[in-house]
């Protein structure tokens, strides 16, 4: 029981022979020791027991799906759940979990591998397009090819705007309709969103308020579609914020800002811990066994053993589950 006024029933889920209980034993030393009054939710005790609370990056995986809860006991990892919450929280986690899908393993492995893939490369154009635009347009022109040099610099010659105002116009309108959106009913919530959009980035363009390159790359196409690829919410809000920073970055020094804001923003990665787990693992530990399941999916007979990441005392998770062959053959 979790909560001083209002008792708050907490409940973690583990498998007895394949969790850590070292990792048991920690997670329920945090839950025991949070003294608030209230527990609403799941995301009240996320804050109370993460590692690092002032981390833009989710060191929790929030999921309302039964059969990701349940992958994720197999592998060894603790599930916790809160009175009257639909949702449950995975820990330990890397950064690779908020881009894997339940669905990636219903599929072919390289079905599933793709996805994950486009999923990654989504992240990268979300965080670093905008950015890029703005330090081409103000430092690097040069950069650019001359056949598409002469319409982006005619879109921009009548903008009294810097690239970064344009930008943060086009971001904020964004915010505004998709705030807008989510408190609408269900049934016109998301056709406002897409109408508004369309109206309002067609007007801003007309009023020679935002060039119609940067409604196309912040609003239209890439970057608002390339935030929701991703399949945890908790991450695509945390992409939504990076891209102030890396803009700002661009527009003061070009290039050198965005390369100087990723290398920042990885070396943070790296030092980022979920219960004693390596956040950016196996990238940053170099456990090259586990990269069977992390950018790529493996078939399922390859992935004999558990990532260590998840901390489990039993590695092995099959033996070879294609013997059948190999008697077909004798």
Same mark, same amino acid.
Request: hydrophobic share 45%; no cysteine; aromatic share 8%.
């Given at each position: 029981m979790v909560g001083t006024?209002?008792?708050?029933?907490?409940?973690?889920?583990?498998?007895?022979?394949?969790?850590?209980?070292?990792?048991?034993?920690?997670?329920?030393?945090?839950?025991?020791?949070?003294? =608030?009054? /209230? %527990?609403?939710?799941?995301? +009240?005790?996320?804050?109370?027991?993460?590692?690092?609370?002032?981390?833009p990056f989710p060191q929790l995986l929030n999921t309302d799906r039964p059969d990701r809860a349940a992958y994720n006991l197999m592998e060894g990892r603790v599930v916790m759940f809160s009175?009257?919450?639909? =949702?449950? /929280? %995975?820990?330990?986690?890397? +950064?690779?979990?908020f881009y894997q899908s339940p669905d990636d393993y219903n599929s072919r492995f390289f079905v599933g591998s793709f996805y994950r893939f486009v999923r990654l490369v989504c992240f990268t154009i979300a965080i670093t397009l905008p950015a890029i635009y703005i330090g081409v347009v103000a430092f690097h022109f040069?950069?650019?090819?001359?056949?598409?040099?002469?319409?982006?610099?005619?879109?921009?010659?009548?903008?009294p705007f810097q690239p970064l105002v344009e930008a943060l116009i086009m971001e904020l309108t964004i915010e505004l309709i998709r705030e807008a959106g989510v408190r609408l009913p269900t049934s016109i919530g998301p056709v406002i969103g897409i109408v508004g959009g369309l109206v309002i980035g067609q007007a801003v363009v007309e009023a020679n308020l935002v060039s119609n390159v940067m409604v196309i790359i912040v609003a239209i196409t890439i970057t608002a579609t390339a935030s929701f690829v991703v399949t945890s919410n908790e991450m695509v809000t945390s992409l939504r914020l990076l891209r102030f920073p890396l803009m700002i970055l661009a527009a003061t020094f070009g290039f050198i800002g965005i390369v100087l804001g990723l290398s920042v923003l990885f070396m943070h990665l790296c030092a980022l811990e979920s219960f004693g787990t390596p956040y950016f693992a196996p990238w940053s530990t170099?456990?090259?066994a586990d990269f069977k399941d992390t950018i790529f999916r493996f078939p399922l007979w390859l992935m004999d053993k558990r990532p260590k990441d998840s901390r489990s005392i039993k590695r092995v998770r099959e033996t070879y589950s294609r013997g059948w062959k190999t008697d077909e053959t004798e």
């Open positions: 006024e209002v008792k708050t029933k907490v409940a973690i889920l583990y498998m007895n022979d394949i969790a850590n209980p070292e990792l048991v034993k920690e997670i329920t030393k945090r839950i025991s020791a949070i003294k =608030t009054d /209230l %527990v609403m939710s799941p995301g +009240f005790i996320e804050e109370f027991v993460e590692d690092a609370p002032f981390s009175n009257e919450s639909p =949702t449950a /929280l %995975v820990l330990p986690v890397t +950064f690779f979990a040069e950069t650019l090819p001359i056949k598409l040099l002469i319409p982006i610099k005619e879109s921009i010659e009548q903008i170099g456990r090259w």
